[in-house]
């Protein structure tokens, strides 16, 4: 567990104390015992054989890129990676599991140690990585639909997955969604997982008690299964912590077991009570010998690591001048980061000299955080290409710069191409949008909004000085919004204070 100290966010005078269970699906071509294929959306049990039905007499073979991909988690995440690790046999009864055990690793672990960094608002610490290791994923139960009883689906039996375990370090619903969307984004970032938790591929257990502020001693600790959004694991988070102080403070205990979240009323439900430890009986998996790491196979996995989230993140700040805040907002998915860029290197090899790249950076950048985040967050990663690719959004950003459009422009531009599939700049032509730059006609407008509007001038000149945004605007409204912002507010400047 972490020994550093911080201010610990307390909750109606409890203190929170959370470890989470992250369960991630390998980008690997085929499952983890058997060949056959390890993808998402094919038809109810037909990605399946005799090895990951669990057949007599079948044999497993561990499938090497799994591990290879594990490795590469571990070595991102600074994990001590274990020459020598076991497979055990993890017994229990489900539907979905076919063998009526779970292959995993327990006694040797592949990977051991690790942390991760997270921001809070009492700054940067990190979250301590507890283990992790590879095992099988178990079938899914199809209640959906099916009137009086279940089916089940066993193509997701057999599929690798890396459990990744952080130590009780986390003491806070916003620090465990921090946790996760980095742990996340890292594992994207190394095409470890695609991280889809729309399809199950990242799916988290809380691990959740309370206690007194300054306690040593943990109290009963209750798990929250299977939950797959970080929107979802806030609110049960939030009712779970509400939940058990409400217990101990009407006198009742809280007991050790084992809940779901049901999103559709915001609470947790009972599962299943728990022991104080499971037994799972596990015992050594006989058909699986001693999994040995090579020191070349850790090699290639080091040399195969990308640049790190982190590292990229401060890449931006140092050698682009991007602000810390705008840069994590940046690398936070992998292609908005390259879209941003490809982006800057189109404006580096344009711009005339500094000065000039860095009202580049500075356009460019709001432009992504703003619009082009926004429409992502929508409509997902197709707006990062075809008529709204890099190229055709670097094109209209140019003319923000070059002083023919405005950025209120550009932006209603950006969006209706989105809207109607045509580049940016062909709407442009078709709408023959124009800025209006020119100093007559600007202050012609200009004069006209003071004349409309005397006792506001009185005002402004009194010691209101937010009328100055009035004026703007009027004059922005007045030009259609094609009058040229900065040089609206220059001479606004001058004629009110004149």
Same mark, same amino acid.
Request: proline share 5%.
């Given at each position: 567990?972490?020994?550093?100290?911080?201010?610990?966010?307390?909750?109606?005078?409890?203190?929170?104390?959370?470890?989470?269970?992250?369960?991630?699906? @390998?980008?690997?071509?085929?499952?983890?015992?058997?060949?056959?294929?390890?993808?998402? !959306?094919?038809?109810? %049990?037909?990605?399946?054989?005799?090895?990951?039905?669990?057949?007599?007499?079948?044999?497993?073979?561990? %499938?090497?890129?799994?591990?290879? @991909?594990?490795?590469?988690?571990?070595?991102?995440? *600074?994990? /001590?990676?274990?020459?020598?690790?076991?497979?055990?046999?993890?017994?229990?009864?489900?539907?979905? &599991?076919?063998?009526?055990?779970?292959?995993?690793?327990?006694?040797?672990?592949?990977?051991?140690?690790?942390?991760?960094?997270?921001?809070?608002?009492?700054?940067?610490?990190?979250?301590?990585?507890?283990?992790?290791? &590879?095992?099988?994923?178990?079938?899914?139960? +199809?209640?959906?639909?099916?009137?009086?009883?279940?089916?089940?689906?066993?193509?997701?039996?057999?599929?690798?997955?890396?459990?990744?375990?952080?130590?009780?370090?986390?003491?806070?619903?916003?620090?465990?969604?921090?946790?996760?969307?980095? +742990?996340?984004?890292? +594992?994207?970032?190394?095409?470890?997982?695609?991280?889809?938790?729309?399809? !199950?591929?990242?799916?988290?257990?809380?691990? &959740?008690?309370?206690?007194?502020?300054?306690?040593?001693?943990?109290?009963? /600790?209750?798990?929250?299964?299977?939950?797959?959004?970080? /929107?979802?694991?806030?609110?049960?988070?939030?009712?779970?912590?509400?939940?058990?102080?409400?217990?101990?403070?009407?006198?009742?205990?809280?007991?050790?077991?084992?809940?779901?979240?049901?999103?559709?009323? *915001?609470?947790?439900?009972?599962?299943?009570?728990?022991?104080?430890?499971?037994?799972?009986?596990?015992?050594?998996?006989?058909?699986?010998?001693?999994?040995?790491?090579?020191?070349?196979?850790?090699?290639?996995?080091?040399?195969?690591?990308?640049?790190?989230?982190?590292?990229?993140?401060?890449?931006?700040?140092?050698?682009?001048?991007?602000?810390?805040?705008?840069?994590?907002?940046?690398?936070?998915?992998?292609?908005?980061?390259?879209?941003?860029?490809?982006?800057?290197?189109?404006?580096?090899?344009?711009?005339?000299?500094?000065?000039?790249?860095?009202?580049?950076?500075? $356009?460019?950048?709001?432009?992504?955080?703003?619009?082009?985040?926004?429409?992502? %967050?929508?409509?997902?990663?197709?707006?990062?290409?075809?008529?709204?690719?890099?190229?055709?959004?670097?094109?209209?950003?140019? $003319?923000?710069?070059?002083?023919?459009?405005?950025?209120?422009?550009?932006?209603?531009?950006?969006?209706?191409?989105?809207?109607?599939?045509?580049?940016?700049?062909?709407?442009?032509?078709?709408?023959?949008?124009?800025?209006?730059?020119?100093?007559?006609?600007?202050?012609?407008?200009?004069?006209?909004?003071?004349?409309?509007?005397?006792?506001?001038?009185?005002?402004?000149?009194?010691?209101?000085?937010?009328?100055?945004?009035?004026?703007?605007?009027?004059?922005?409204?007045?030009?259609? !919004?094609?009058?040229?912002?900065?040089?609206?507010?220059?001479?606004?400047?001058?004629?009110?204070?004149?």
């Amino acid at each position: 567990m972490s020994t550093s100290i911080h201010k610990r966010p307390l909750f109606r005078g409890w203190e929170v104390v959370v470890g989470l269970e992250v369960h991630t699906q @390998l980008l690997t071509r085929t499952k983890l015992f058997c060949r056959c294929d390890n993808r998402f !959306g094919a038809p109810p %049990n037909t990605l399946v054989c005799p090895v990951c039905l669990g057949h007599p007499g079948t044999l497993p073979v561990l %499938n090497e890129e799994a591990v290879r @991909l594990g490795i590469r988690a571990g070595l991102a995440a *600074g994990c /001590r990676i274990s020459p020598v690790s076991t497979f055990e046999r993890k017994h229990y009864f489900y539907p979905d &599991l076919p063998k009526g055990y779970q292959i995993s690793q327990y006694a040797q672990p592949l990977l051991t140690g690790g942390s991760l960094k997270i921001r809070t608002d009492a700054g940067e610490r990190e979250i301590s990585i507890h283990r992790m290791h &590879l095992e099988e994923d178990a079938g899914k139960n +199809l209640h959906a639909g099916i009137p009086d009883s279940s089916h089940v689906d066993l193509n997701r039996a057999g599929v690798p997955l890396l459990e990744i375990v952080s130590d009780p370090d986390i003491h806070s619903p916003d620090e465990a969604v921090d946790y996760l969307k980095r +742990l996340r984004l890292l +594992l994207r970032t190394t095409r470890v997982s695609d991280g889809n938790m729309e399809e !199950g591929s990242f799916r988290c257990d809380i691990n &959740l008690s309370i206690r007194k502020p300054g306690s040593t001693v943990f109290g009963t /600790r209750v798990e929250i299964k299977n939950v797959n959004s970080f /929107r979802f694991v806030h609110k049960a988070m939030v009712f779970e912590i509400d939940r058990q102080i409400d217990a101990i403070e009407a006198g009742e205990k809280v007991l050790l077991e084992t809940r779901l979240f049901d999103p559709s009323s *915001g609470r947790t439900k009972a599962m299943r009570s728990k022991e104080e430890a499971l037994d799972y009986r596990y015992f050594p998996e006989p058909d699986i010998p001693l999994l040995v790491v090579s020191d070349s196979m850790i090699d290639s996995q080091r040399r195969a690591l990308p640049e790190l989230p982190e590292q990229r993140a401060d890449r931006y700040c140092a050698a682009l001048g991007v602000q810390r805040a705008d840069a994590e907002v940046l690398v936070a998915e992998e292609e908005l980061a390259h879209y941003f860029e490809e982006g800057m290197e189109r404006f580096r090899s344009t711009s005339k000299g500094e000065e000039s790249f860095k009202k580049a950076r500075d $356009r460019w950048t709001s432009f992504i955080l703003s619009e082009v985040l926004r429409e992502t %967050n929508r409509r997902g990663a197709d707006v990062l290409s075809g008529p709204t690719s890099v190229e055709h959004a670097v094109g209209l950003i140019d $003319r923000v710069l070059s002083g023919s459009l405005s950025f209120s422009q550009a932006k209603e531009v950006y969006a209706r191409a989105i809207e109607e599939k045509k580049t940016p700049l062909d709407l442009v032509e078709e709408s023959g949008l124009v800025q209006m730059s020119g100093e007559d006609e600007l202050l012609a407008l200009v004069e006209a909004v003071l004349s409309d509007n005397p006792g506001e001038v009185a005002a402004y000149r009194g010691g209101k000085e937010r009328l100055f945004g009035f004026f703007v605007g009027s004059v922005m409204k007045k030009s259609n !919004g094609k009058a040229n912002p900065e040089k609206v507010n220059d001479i606004l400047k001058a004629k009110l204070n004149g």
